[in-house]
T-cell receptor, first 115, second 114 residues
Framework: NAGVMQNPRHLVRRRGQEARLRCSPMKGHSHVYWYRQLPEEGLKFMVYLQKENIIDESGMPKERFSAEFPKEGPSILRIQQVVRGDSAAYFC?????????????FGQGTRLTVV | SQQGEEDPQALSIQEGENATMNCSYKTSINNLQWYRQNSGRGLVHLILIRSNEREKHSGRLRVTLDTSKKSSSLLITASRAADTASYFCATDGVGETSGSRLTFGEGTQLTVNP
């Protein structure tokens, strides 16, 4: 049973371009969470999704950021018109149950660098 | 201060010594979890302690939870160089919406010197 798979591991984008980050949850997990980690800081919650539904997006910036978890395929975190401040590590986690009621399994992250 | 704060921010010890890290939080929780993150890597789950539990053990790890003080501690006994990493506590809140996410502290950077 493969763990949470994120790709790419590293992504470099120029200012104004779009970044698409992918996350395949563990098999059997229908709950996906995205977190952002700035250097030397802890993880900050962005969005919680179940298949085809956004459950909690209270941590998502209002503009340029969007997330989806389609019926088929990975969850996608999309950042439009990236700016230098978007440079961070983006982690995806999945769990079989909701929220903190059970262990969340994290992927290795995607490190986004905006130049 | 914010939910899930760890102290100390950095801890340097010798191999074989014990390492204690503390975490404080502000709101009511269902559970508290500890994670480890090696430099440049993802998070590895260490242990989950529920709000009705006071202490939990897993191998060389001992976690305590004091809900009256809204604090938790992580003790690593007989530390090894391989324990060098950042350690984060994460809490989930009580409630329909807040229970869906984990709130992480800023982490404690542990260095175990050989």
């Amino acid at each position: 049973n493969a763990g949470v798979m994120q790709n790419p591991r590293h992504l470099v984008r120029r200012r104004g371009q779009e970044a698409r980050l992918r996350c395949s949850p563990m098999k059997g997990h229908s709950h996906v969470y995205w977190y952002r980690q700035l250097p030397e800081e802890g993880l900050k919650f962005m969005v919680y999704l179940q298949k085809e539904n956004i459950i909690d997006e209270s941590g998502m910036p209002k503009e340029r950021f969007s997330a989806e978890f389609p019926k088929e395929g990975p969850s996608i975190l999309r950042i439009q018109q990236v700016v230098r401040g978007d440079s961070a590590a983006y982690f995806c986690a999945s769990s079989p149950l909701r929220g903190g009621n059970t262990e969340a399994f994290f992927g290795q992250g995607t490190r986004l660098t905006v130049v | 201060s914010q939910q899930g704060e760890e102290d100390p921010q950095a801890l340097s010890i010798q191999e074989g010594e014990n390492a204690t890290m503390n975490c404080s939080y502000k709101t009511s929780i269902n559970n508290l979890q500890w994670y480890r993150q090696n430099s440049g890597r993802g998070l590895v789950h260490l242990i989950l302690i529920r709000s009705n539990e006071r202490e939990k053990h897993s191998g060389r790890l001992r976690v305590t939870l004091d809900t009256s003080k809204k604090s938790s501690s992580l003790l690593i006994t007989a530390s090894r160089a391989a324990d060098t990493a950042s350690y984060f506590c994460a809490t989930d809140g009580v409630g329909e919406t807040s229970g869906s996410r984990l709130t992480f502290g800023e982490g404690t950077q542990l260095t175990v010197n050989p």
